[in-house]
């Protein structure tokens, strides 16, 4: 593979890596952390909402720096599963955007409503509107993160192919 290639492919995979590495470091550290850390459920989640931003504003380029990547291999064919990896980025990417740019921002109106004095009225639906807006963010992002996955395989598994069958001397 000449140096082109390698480099565009080197940039798919870390920004795909960056991506994913992000999905899960907020998911499975930070999101229980401040949730257990901070006194209330209150205070946890206006620090979430602050992070929210960055984090699908960093997913956005992540995304469409691998995307366009991965649209350089599958138009020049570099990768068997080229085509199949551009989709799935794309998948990642408007699943992100989504998440990010649709469904978060009405929950956090609806949730700045449950928090104002004198809504409890309408409360139960407002708490309703807010537990099926924050599952549909959810639902995004482990849209993104399997496809996330599911591409990093795919490159583990077409470095694996490009490898001689017998594995280096330190491996035997």
């Known amino acids: ?44 989640g206006d ?16 995304g469409l720096v691998a995307l366009a990547a991965g649209g350089v291999q599958a138009y020049l064919g570099r990768h068997r599963w080229g085509t199949i990896r551009f989709w799935l980025t794309g998948l990642m990417v408007v699943s992100t955007l989504y998440g990010g740019f649709v469904v978060t921002p009405r929950a956090q109106a609806v949730r700045a409503q449950l928090l104002a ?31 996330g996955l599911l591409v990093l395989g795919m490159v583990g598994l077409a470095e694996r192919r490009a490898s001689p069958e017998r594995p280096p001397a330190r491996f035997r």
């Open 1 to 44: 593979m000449s140096l082109i290639p390698r480099m565009v492919e080197s940039i798919f995979i870390i920004a795909v890596a960056v991506w994913v590495g992000a999905m899960m470091l907020l998911a499975v550290v930070v999101a229980p952390g401040v949730f257990t850390a901070l006194p209330t459920r209150q205070q946890a």
């Open 47 to 62: 620090l979430m909402n602050q992070l929210f931003a960055g984090y699908y504003q960093m997913g956005a380029l992540c």
């Open 117 to 147: 004095p004198g809504n409890e009225a309408a409360r139960v639906a407002l708490q309703r509107e807010f537990q099926r807006s924050h599952q549909q963010a959810v639902a995004a992002n482990v849209v993104a993160l399997i496809s």
